[in-house]
């Protein structure tokens, strides 16, 4: 049977890039929502943290406007954001292992591409996560403005694009897991801890203090934190936009470059 | 007319036990429909450079053209003229093989309908109708083998890269993919670039066999001429002729008793 003759390709009706990346994006986002348990078992530490530890800080004079809710939640969604996207590289350690790295990448898919369409991925399971966890949350007590809310995701989706590029670009450098998890439990834990994640820093004395400004998830924290008790026009939220897109920036640079000359 | 040339072509890997010298300056020219076998014994660097052809490694060393694109200054020209098979194959095990069809296709830039009518025509071509509902994990070594070379195959490459295609198929298709790949040059003018461990494969299919050994040429000439020049005789086997050439020739006969 002969093959059949070459047809004519039609223009493609978007750009490249986005071509591409909605292509990579649905083809991971069909992964995650294969495996309906994966997609809720990242919420169980923060639920857990909700459930068990939340009640513990109702009473305590945490130093902030508003309840203690609305100082926790803030730090339970970046906690969630922090642990979900860096392990995210996991899976490309598997793909590797299996071919389908260097299958997409034989392809003439844009490097950007083969990036961001899983990084979106990641960032639209945490953000799903995040509405589930917030609406947990409310149920527990938490009250707060809703452009606060919404504040606090667009901080969770910034900080998921940003870790889960830097653990692909790490995971693209590795060979095995046992190569990458202890790297990144060793900069998960301090960065949780220093940030104030769990209680603010407001309460920590000098020295912890000046050490948890040079940790970036600390900006953030700060930022969302605030707004969930509705002040918007704030150095907190302005610092904490300004690290997070420059950190956003920073980290799908250097994806991108090692997605570009990976192979080595 | 080449279709591909390099010069020098090198790859250095740096160990933490100190640098791997996998290919060490390969001059070597393909020209178009020709079906060329890179043959060596295994760590010879076969792999390592079908890996720099394709783009995904970078050379450091040498040059190289791929349908007339500069490897390092026109990766995407390369990419677009290329199919690769690489030895370990390329699917999501919980992935569909049809999925996987159309995602290939949607990835060379054809639009959805053109994707799925592409995926029917390839599961046609490459015997996997019956198959394209299952999910890669759920089918066997050949058919998988099949697979991956289907979505080599999507957007028509000029070029076809295969490495080691026919390990692990039985013989009805392995006679089955010589026959591809043989309609694939008479019928679309397809260059094939393929390694392989079987000497017989190599024989009945290559117009042109290049054999390296430890990253270097070692010999090139259509099989009879190998057979003729290292094999010692006119009527020598080419596997008389691959041990000749890579030195790995059996003791001879006289030498102390075998024990095993
Ligand atoms: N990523 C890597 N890092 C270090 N060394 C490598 C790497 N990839 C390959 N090598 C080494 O380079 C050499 C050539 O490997 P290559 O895979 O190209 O061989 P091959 O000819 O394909 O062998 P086979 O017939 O076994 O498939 C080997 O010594 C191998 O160990
Ligand atoms: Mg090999």
Redesign the pocket.
């Given at each position: 049977m002969p093959l059949p003759p070459d047809q004519p390709r039609t223009l493609m009706p978007l750009p490249p890039l986005l071509h591409d990346t909605a292509l990579i994006y649905g083809r991971y986002l069909r992964q995650s929502l294969r495996s309906r348990f994966a997609l809720l078992f990242g919420l169980l530490m923060p639920l857990l943290y909700l459930l068990f530890f939340g009640p513990l800080l109702t009473h305590l004079p945490l130093g902030a406007r508003g309840s203690s809710w609305q100082v926790l939640v803030p730090g339970l969604l970046l906690q969630l954001a922090l642990f979900g996207a860096s392990f995210a590289g996991f899976t490309i350690i598997v793909e590797k292992s299996q071919g389908v790295v260097e299958r997409l990448r034989v392809t003439p898919a844009g490097r950007l591409a083969l990036l961001l369409g899983r990084v979106l991925r990641d960032a639209t399971v945490l953000l799903f996560q995040a509405v589930l966890l917030v609406l947990a949350a409310v149920a527990m007590g938490l009250r707060a403005p809703l452009p606060g809310i919404l504040i606090g995701f667009a901080f969770v989706t910034l900080l998921a694009v940003s870790l889960a590029s830097l653990s692909y670009a790490l995971a693209m450098r590795v060979d095995t897991p046992q190569q990458f998890a202890p790297v990144i439990n060793a900069l998960t834990m301090p960065s949780m801890l220093l940030s104030g994640l769990l209680v603010p820093m407001t309460l920590a004395p000098a020295w912890l203090d000046a050490l948890s400004r040079l940790v970036p998830l600390r900006y953030l924290v700060d930022a969302v934190r605030d707004a969930y008790v509705g002040s918007y026009a704030t150095a907190h939220v302005l610092y904490g936009a300004l690290v997070a897109v420059a950190l956003a920036a920073l980290s799908v640079t250097v994806g991108t470059r090692v997605f570009r000359t990976a192979g080595? | 007319m080449t279709i591909i040339s390099t010069a020098g072509l090198a790859?250095t890997?740096?160990?933490q036990h100190g640098p791997?010298?996998?290919?060490r300056g390969i001059d070597l020219t393909v020209r178009p429909g020709e079906i060329l076998g890179l043959l060596?014994?295994?760590?010879?660097?076969?792999?390592?450079?079908?890996?720099m052809l394709t783009t995904l490694l970078r050379p450091t060393g040498g040059a190289a053209t791929v349908a007339g694109c500069d490897l390092l200054a026109d990766p995407v020209g390369v990419r677009r003229a290329c199919g690769y098979v690489a030895?370990s194959g390329g699917t999501d095990p919980q992935v569909t093989a049809r999925e996987e069809l159309v995602t290939q296709g949607r990835l060379y830039g054809l639009t959805k309908a053109q994707a799925v009518e592409r995926a029917e025509e390839l599961a046609r071509e490459m015997d996997l109708v019956e198959l394209l509902d299952r999910r890669t994990a759920a089918l066997s070594g050949g058919q998988r083998r099949r697979l991956d070379i289907a979505m080599a195959l999507t957007h028509r490459p000029k070029v076809l890269f295969l490495?080691?295609p026919t390990t692990g198929l039985d013989p009805g298709s392995r006679a089955g993919l010589w026959d591809l790949v043989r309609r694939l040059r008479d019928e679309h003018g397809t260059t094939v670039f393929l390694?392989t461990?079987y000497l017989d494969e190599a024989d009945a299919l290559a117009d042109r066999l290049v054999i390296?050994d430890g990253?270097t040429v070692a010999a090139e000439g259509t099989p009879g001429a190998l057979k003729r020049t290292y094999g010692g005789s006119p009527d020598a086997s080419l596997q008389d002729a691959f041990l000749a050439i890579t030195g790995r020739g059996p003791a001879p006969a006289d030498t102390a008793p075998v024990a095993v």
């Open positions: 080595a | 790859r890997f740096h160990t791997v010298e996998a290919v060596g014994p295994n760590g010879a660097g076969k792999t390592t450079t079908l890996r030895q490495d080691e390694t461990h390296v990253g």
